[in-house]
């Protein structure tokens, strides 16, 4: 059963975009110089900011949106409910979108924002999670939640057993 569509007010929707502009030239991006914020908006109502963090291993690289998610899981968030993104031109990728649909309380909404400074222009696009990552994989399949109380429960890793 598809997730129903969620949305936000204009003006929750504009502070979720403020916080991702406020962070963006945080970002540590010295190779290529492409700076990116992000913010998500936590099921508390909390909105959580992150930035793109690069390393000269591509493979080390975070980018925005999921340190925004990681930074959101610090702080006990385990659902987001929006998701504002502030770069010169492009929307979150697929990593990016993975890791938003594991935490996405339904289809929920992503603004694009395409920040030009040097122009001085902008341009907001609004999409879904689902239209960026549809047929995707989510843990609907898997009871986490049976399984996180029974780790809390029993805190011990399992055991190897001798060969």
Request: charged content about 25%.
């Given at each position: 059963m598809p997730r129903k569509s969620a949305d936000i007010s204009p003006?929750?929707?504009?502070k979720l975009i403020a916080a991702a502009k406020r962070v963006?030239?945080?970002?540590?991006?010295?190779?290529?110089?492409?700076?990116?914020?992000?913010?998500?908006?936590g099921g508390s109502g909390r909105i959580h900011a992150g930035v793109n963090v690069e390393s000269p291993s591509?493979?080390?690289?975070?980018c925005a949106e999921r340190n925004a998610i990681f930074s959101a899981i610090t702080q006990g968030?385990?659902?987001?409910?929006?998701?504002?993104?502030?770069?010169?031109?492009s929307v979150s990728c697929g990593?990016?979108?993975?890791?938003?649909?594991?935490?996405?309380?339904?289809?929920?909404?992503?603004?694009?924002?395409?920040?030009?400074?040097?122009?001085?222009?902008?341009?907001?696009?609004?999409?879904?999670?689902?239209?960026?990552?549809p047929e995707s994989h989510t843990g609907d399949k898997f009871d986490w939640k049976k399984r996180t109380q029974q780790d809390a429960a029993d805190?011990?890793?399992?055991?190897?057993?001798?060969?």
């Open positions: 003006a929750l929707r504009n963006r030239f945080n970002a540590f991006a010295p190779y290529s110089r492409y700076y990116v914020g992000s913010a998500v908006l591509l493979i080390s690289h975070v968030e385990r659902e987001i409910l929006a998701v504002a993104t502030v770069c010169t031109s990593s990016c979108r993975q890791m938003i649909r594991e935490f996405a309380r339904g289809d929920i909404p992503i603004f694009a924002v395409y920040h030009d400074v040097e122009r001085g222009t902008e341009r907001m696009v609004r999409t879904t999670i689902g239209r960026l990552l805190p011990k890793p399992p055991r190897r057993r001798a060969k």
